[in-house]
């Protein structure tokens, strides 16, 4: 079963795999986004994302539809975006993708990525160990100093 979602919960890798397995399955492949403790040299705290659940869950669909059709062999997509604070070390996102073979999944797992950080409306603000904090805009490198 495909899995779209936006959660507050601590994320399972192990869990989203397992949603994408089926006797026809050879291959899954995993994005696991982890929060990094440092930015341009910069110590980070946490995260905070936040999104429209609604509105991100039916882009996460999309991208999951776009992906089938670019490549016809993958049989089942996951991306799962977790929200929220989030400490260093955490999961903030699966992707995971599956088929019969692995040859279709790595290109297709990168687009999905590159897809998420392009289209869906999940926002994520940096707070330092400094004390300050920015909204980093996907895909643009843009910042919004707070």
């Keep these: 079963m ?22 026809a399955i050879g291959a899954v492949v995993t994005f696991v986004g982890t929060v990094r ?4 040299g910069r110590a980070v705290r946490y995260l905070e994302y936040e ?12 991208i999951g539809a776009e992906i089938r059709s670019r490549w016809p062999d993958v049989r ?5 975006h977790r929200v929220g604070r989030l400490e260093i070390g955490a999961v903030a996102v699966v992707i995971a993708i599956s088929a019969a073979h692995r040859a279709p999944l790595f290109d297709a ?16 603000k940096e707070v330092w160990a400094d004390g300050g904090a920015e909204w980093v805009e996907e895909g643009s490198g843009a910042r919004e100093a707070v």
């Design 2 to 23: 495909e899995m779209f979602e936006v959660t507050t919960e601590p994320l399972s890798v192990e869990e989203v795999v397992a949603r994408l397995t089926e006797p």
């Design 37 to 40: 403790g440092e930015t341009d």
């Design 51 to 62: 999104a429209y659940p609604e509105m991100a869950e039916e882009t996460l669909r999309q």
């Design 76 to 80: 089942r997509v996951a991306i799962v």
């Design 109 to 124: 797992l990168r687009y999905g990525i590159d897809r998420l950080k392009e289209i869906v409306p999940i926002w994520k």
